[in-house]
């Protein structure tokens, strides 16, 4: 995981002490915020409460704890950050879509949030990436919809292997 920011290098150095190597799962999980939510209280040297990922979203987004609010647009900015990586490494023209627990969660705080211009903010690459739709899939059986694609319509309708590009 790169840091974009002093902040997040103190972060991502933070994590490293203790897991010796920072992968972007160590950041952007639910395991992930659970880190960046305590970095975050280390950091600050200030006391709380230890929170779970899903203790952490709910303050951080109905704004009952500023420390939680921190972890989930640290957690949104670095989602940001990778999904464009991936946009890049995949050349996924037709979209990034995110899909998770936490992601549907909090939809309106990712679309306020620097996740976007994250994305965007690859130096020269930056137009191609602006071309590039990013959502958020919050159907709850969005994966076995796609297994049942898969088991009924065969790999070239679900877009695998032989599938007819546009």
């Known amino acids: 995981m790169a840091a974009t920011s002093p902040r997040e290098e103190a972060i991502i150095d933070y994590l490293r002490r203790q897991f010796g190597h920072v992968s972007a799962e160590r950041v952007v999980s639910g395991s992930g915020l659970e880190n960046l939510y305590r970095a975050v209280v280390a950091l600050d ?92 899939i919050i159907h709850p059986a969005a994966t076995f919809i796609g297994l049942r694609t898969l088991v009924h319509c065969g790999p070239d309708a679900a877009g695998g292997p032989g599938a007819k590009g546009p």
């Open 45 to 136: 040297g200030v006391e709380a409460p230890e929170r779970s990922a899903p203790e952490i979203t709910k303050a951080g987004s109905d704004g009952t704890c500023p420390l939680s609010r921190i972890a989930l647009e640290l957690f949104c900015g670095m989602l940001g950050t990778i999904a464009g990586n991936v946009g890049l490494i995949f050349g996924a023209r037709g979209g990034v879509y995110i899909a998770g627990g936490i992601a549907p969660r909090i939809t309106d705080l990712i679309a306020q949030s620097e996740f976007r211009a994250r994305f965007e903010s690859k130096g020269r690459l930056r137009t191609y990436l602006q071309s590039i739709p990013t959502g958020i």
